[in-house]
């Protein structure tokens, strides 16, 4: 029988999502608790791979299993997990359903604060330049994304994927000048590698004037690099959903 699980985990411990030798990922972790307490040995499949620092606030992953939980297994389970990994949900689904090549939307997050803070070290991006933004010519660059399908200009190099084209269903910043935050939203049927966080980094440059908008549009027309591209750090960003 197959398995998924809903959880959510702060990524700041450890070095992404895959198993790695002499690195300690999130998949090596649960799939070390739910052995422990399964007294066999669980593979675990993810919905894709987060890298090392990113977090995620709705993730999910199956495995299968042919025996009998023991009682209380979410709470037993939690207990052993540590305190930066949580299992929210398990749920028995079709045998067939795979939980990475079957979803077809993921959405994520990207925080920034405007402010340096000790408090948000591992979870935000202090950004710090943020007098020098342009909001609107911010937003007008993530809004330029819709009107595309393919994001050559948002791959990282001497990635080996077989199509660089994605459907995206959301590209949008929601700024809080009050409090000094902002969070870029994005949600599509699938990502290229690194592709979140050079598309922020792009918003970025446009907002302050190192790249224009005309550029951004001529190297996605062109399906060609940046003149300018910035890849900012990982730990403002999170997976938020995953719909299948």
């Not at 999130?26 to 990113?54: F, K, M, N, Y």
């Not at 994304?145 to 393919?150: I, M, V």
């Not at 062109?222 to 959903?241: H, I, M, N």
């Amino acid at each position: 029988m197959r398995f998924f699980l809903d959880l959510s985990y702060r990524g700041t411990a450890y070095n992404g999502w895959q198993i790695q030798p002499d690195a300690l990922t999130i998949q090596e972790t649960l799939e070390g608790a739910l052995s422990t307490i399964l007294h066999v040995p669980i593979e675990i499949v993810g919905c894709g791979r987060t890298d090392s620092g990113v977090h995620a606030k709705g993730y999910v992953a199956h495995f299968d299993y042919t025996g009998i939980f023991p009682e209380d297994f979410l709470k037993r389970i939690n207990k052993c997990l540590p305190e930066d990994i949580v299992i929210h949900r398990i749920y028995e689904v079709d045998s067939e359903l795979h939980a990475r090549f079957n979803a077809s939307h993921r959405a994520y997050e990207y925080h920034i604060v405007f402010a340096k803070t000790p408090f948000e070290i591992d979870t935000a991006f202090h950004f710090p330049f943020i007098k020098e933004v342009d909001f609107e010519k911010l937003q007008a660059a993530a809004k330029l994304l819709l009107n595309y399908e393919a994001f050559f200009p948002f791959c990282k190099t001497n990635t080996q994927v077989k199509t660089m084209r994605c459907e995206l269903f959301r590209s949008e910043w929601e700024i809080d000048q009050a409090n000094g935050k902002m969070v870029f939203h994005i949600a599509a049927n699938r990502f290229l590698r690194g592709m979140v966080r050079l598309i922020v980094g792009m918003c970025l440059n446009v907002a302050i004037g190192k790249l224009s908008l005309e550029e951004v549009k001529e190297a996605m027309d062109e399906q060609k690099r940046l003149p300018r591209s910035l890849s900012v750090p990982p730990q403002g960003l999170y997976l938020v959903d995953i719909r299948y």
